[in-house]
């Protein structure tokens, strides 16, 4: 909803973060991390529905295969690092891994500060891993 997009600008803010908001009304932001490197993050404006839940996503991509299908190693290391999270966990998106957490719709500022931090440091630290000496995300 436009109010529920409001809210999550009016958040954004109020944390001063810098963001813009890309062809899908998504915001995404930049991080700058530890030793030169950035992070992208993505938190999305669609909220998701399922009986009385409303959740929001918060992600950040960390890799991007080569060909449609993640070489096993790289699949199976996602697998159990989605294993080892406390909240969010690795999915798919075409060639890409990204790491999502979801929130509730409604989440604080604070809360929303809680898994943007989760997620950029679960992706910066995986790409670093994954693909040693690059910086793409």
């Known amino acids: 909803?436009?109010?529920a997009a409001a809210d999550i600008a009016a958040q954004l803010k109020q944390?001063?973060?810098?963001?813009?908001v890309d062809?899908?009304?998504?915001?995404?932001?930049?991080?700058?991390?530890?030793?030169?490197?950035?992070?992208?993050?993505f938190v999305?404006?669609?909220?998701?529905?399922?009986?009385?839940?409303?959740?929001?996503e918060v992600w950040a991509p960390a890799y991007r295969?080569?060909?449609?299908?993640?070489?096993?190693p790289v699949a199976n290391r996602l697998l159990e690092?989605?294993?080892?999270?406390?909240?969010?966990?690795?999915?798919?998106q075409g060639n890409m891994a990204v790491f999502v957490v979801k929130i509730d719709a409604?989440?604080?500022?604070?809360?929303?500060?809680?898994?943007?931090?989760?997620?950029?440091?679960s992706a910066d630290q995986m790409e670093a891993e994954l693909t040693p000496g690059q910086d793409e995300f």
Do not use: C, H
């Not at 294993?83 to 966990?89: I, V």
């Open 65 to 72: 295969s080569p060909t449609e299908a993640f070489p096993a």
């Open 81 to 92: 690092d989605s294993q080892d999270s406390k909240m969010g966990g690795w999915v798919k």
């Open 1 to 3: 909803s436009t109010q």
């Open 106 to 121: 409604n989440a604080s500022a604070e809360e929303l500060d809680d898994a943007i931090d989760y997620v950029v440091r």
């Open 44 to 56: 999305l404006s669609n909220v998701e529905d399922y009986g009385k839940f409303r959740i929001r």
């Open 23 to 41: 062809e899908d009304g998504d915001y995404k932001l930049t991080f700058a991390m530890d030793g030169d490197r950035s992070q992208l993050a």
């Open 15 to 20: 944390l001063d973060y810098e963001y813009e």
